[in-house]
């Protein structure tokens, strides 16, 4: 296995997020459609659609999911939150029927996570989104994990381009421990490579001195 | 929607995934500070506007502001903590001396060389002379390797004295310990008979 040095911040698991993770932060950028349930004087000008002074109660807009979480209280005073179309009755159907044929990098590279986020908004259908991506996880991980140990030396783009974010980073653990375990079987384990960080580098600066 | 440069660094960051260093993109970090600080004064005046006049309904986008400054503030600190992460990776891949086109993209070296600073003296206080745990990534089979040139390197002197000469496409046996930074350079290139 090649030693890694860079270990970037993981994204947080469930509900929480962890802050300085990179991926969480992209995650927090996906829109949401919303409900404005009060007024917010002087921001009009964040309302691309109209031309008022403040943003009006009962306005439909798309915040980010940050700015929803931020300002979203129990007490439903603030914003109502809309379920994005993939976490709605009718494609929850579609993921319980059989969670394998489903393409999840289409539907908002981070299904799960997102998913998860969603619980925060206290919508009455909670436990069946809850029940949802837990089981639809539970359908895909297998085949996940079986490609992951068996795809060795060959093109894995057909079998990654369907998954989420969260099994695509299983996919690619599984498949350097896979590595990791034939490079030892050749006796290739002891030998001394060179580090893959110092060859993007030189790769890197090929490129920059060409014109 | 505020924000929007915030996000852009991190995407900057997240396009090369496998822990290189990008320039150091100082003038979106200004410009996240002035959206920052222009979002920090419009509070200030409404809040003082809420307090004195009583005008309760400003509280919703006082709070809307201070989300995006508390929005603002997280990605900077990923960002920062991020190419943080990455120079130590360099430490780690490199040894102590960097190349100058990898030098070129950091803001300050200053960071980087009180992480060697640390690292030497840590590496010090183990055991009787100190231990240096950058070397022996794998697990050694052999006092001495074999090694090929995959470019011409100059000259190269080994503990006893004797100088060796890297040219392209030449095999030694050197000693481990000395050849190790070198293959993983990838000046040399390490032989398995």
């Known amino acids: 296995m090649d030693t890694q040095s860079y270990f970037p911040v993981q994204a947080g698991v469930g509900m929480e997020e962890n802050f300085l993770s990179l991926d969480d932060i992209l995650l927090s950028h996906e829109r949401l ?27 439909k807009m798309e915040l980010p999911l940050w700015l929803s979480k931020g300002l979203y209280e129990r007490k439903r005073r603030v914003l109502s939150v809309e379920l994005p179309k993939v976490y709605r009755e009718g494609w929850r159907t579609v993921f319980n029927a059989d969670p394998n044929v489903v393409d999840l990098h289409k539907m908002g590279p ?78 290739q384990a002891t030998q001394i490579t060179a580090s893959s960080l110092v060859l993007n580098y030189r790769k890197r600066k090929i490129n920059d001195l060409q014109p | ?77 990923a960002y920062l903590y991020d190419r943080l992460l990455r120079i130590r990776a360099l430490r780690w891949e490199y040894g102590s001396v960097l190349p100058a086109n990898v030098r070129f993209h950091m803001c300050a070296e200053e960071w980087f060389s009180q992480y060697k600073k640390s690292l030497a003296s840590f590496m010090r206080s183990l055991g009787a002379d100190g231990l240096d745990i950058t070397q022996d990534m794998k697990p050694p089979k052999s006092l001495y390797i074999e090694v090929r040139c995959l470019k011409d390197h100059g000259e190269f002197e080994i503990d006893d004295g004797t100088v060796i000469l890297l040219k392209k496409n030449s095999q030694h046996f050197l000693p481990r310990w000395k050849c190790e930074q070198l293959i993983r350079q990838g000046v040399l290139e390490h032989v398995m008979s």
């Open chain 1, 110 to 187: 981070y299904y799960y996570s997102l998913g998860s986020q969603m619980l925060h908004f206290d919508s009455p259908e909670n436990p069946d989104i809850a029940g949802t991506l837990l089981q639809t996880f539970i359908g895909r991980f297998r085949r996940t994990m079986d490609s992951s140990q068996n795809a060795y030396n060959e093109d894995t783009s057909a079998l990654v381009e369907r998954l989420d974010s969260l099994e695509k980073g299983l996919f690619r653990s599984g498949q350097s421990g896979l590595n990791g375990f034939q490079s030892w079987e050749k006796g």
């Open chain 2, 1 to 77: 929607m505020f924000c929007e440069k915030a996000i852009e660094l991190i995407r900057e960051l997240q396009r090369m995934s496998d822990g290189q260093l990008p320039a150091f993109n100082e003038d979106g970090l200004r410009q996240i500070l002035q959206e920052m600080e222009s979002l920090y004064e419009q509070n200030q005046s409404d809040v003082n506007e809420a307090k004195s006049d009583g005008r309760a309904e400003l509280i919703p986008s006082i709070k809307l502001r201070h989300c995006c400054l508390l929005r603002n503030q997280r990605c900077v600190a």
């Open chain 1, 33 to 59: 459609p919303v409900r404005t349930e009060c007024t917010f004087p002087r921001l009009g000008y964040l309302e691309k659609s109209s031309d008022a002074h403040d943003i009006a109660e009962g306005s």
